[in-house]
């Protein structure tokens, strides 16, 4: 008992001392978390201890959360951006302050704001869309902050990492065999689909050969007739 008490205070402060800061309902958690996709009601990051840049300029500052699959590959992002001298300072200031994605239980939250670059999608839609479609049992949550200056008109220079990337691991499972049953299902219904549209052109089909059959008839009895 005194040793899972001492992990969970050693877990704990971790994450009170991290640079990237993840809240899943309300909660801090660690980066050895695994969350459970089913469970994230809320979820929300922030930052602290960032490397500060000696000049901003016209440069951009960019808050990026990235969905991976197994094998590191992003499949889903959604980011924000605050560009301007005066705008990255005043952002950079609000250290500690927790910014929250959309979620299914509060649609109407936006991440983030200012120049958001997200789409209408919320984060459990995404995870259970990962699980269907990209087969991930399990899914990275890879946190960034960001600069970059800004060289020319729309171009701007690499990145300059202001903090290391942070990894936190949501365990997928749930939705990945929901999907596996929806595409299923979705193939037997095709199936289906397929086969009574086949019964309908066949039927379509002898119809066709059948009047055309008739037809043929009635011109047989008409040159026998002699009309």
């Known amino acids: 008992m005194r040793k899972l008490l001492l992990l969970f205070t050693v877990g704990l402060a971790t994450q009170l001392h991290a640079q990237i800061k993840l809240k899943i309902n309300d909660k801090l958690v660690s980066e050895n978390t695994v969350i459970k996709a089913e469970d994230i009601k809320k979820i929300e990051v922030g930052f602290d201890k960032y490397k500060p840049m000696e000049y901003y300029g016209l440069g951009r500052v960019f808050l990026f959360v990235e969905l991976l699959n197994e094998t590191g590959e992003r499949k889903e992002k959604c980011y924000m951006i605050k560009e301007g001298t005066n705008a990255i300072k005043a952002f950079l200031d609000d250290k500690n302050v927790f910014y929250p994605l959309k979620s299914d239980v509060h649609p109407q939250t936006d991440f983030f704001g200012e120049m958001i670059r997200t789409d209408d999608e919320k984060i459990v839609t995404k995870l259970k869309y990962m699980g269907k479609y990209y087969n991930c049992k399990q899914v990275k949550l890879r946190i960034s902050l960001y600069y970059r200056d800004k060289i020319g008109y729309e171009k701007y220079g690499d990145p300059v990492m202001m903090i290391k990337d942070q990894y936190f691991t949501i365990d997928n499972t749930v939705f990945y065999e929901q999907g596996q049953k929806e595409k299923e299902q979705e193939k037997v219904a095709e199936e289906a689909r397929k086969a009574e549209d086949a019964k309908k052109a066949e ?23 002699g009309f």
């Open 203 to 225: 039927d379509a089909q002898k119809a066709k050969e059948a009047e055309a059959k008739k037809g043929k008839g009635k011109k047989l009895v008409r040159s026998v007739l």
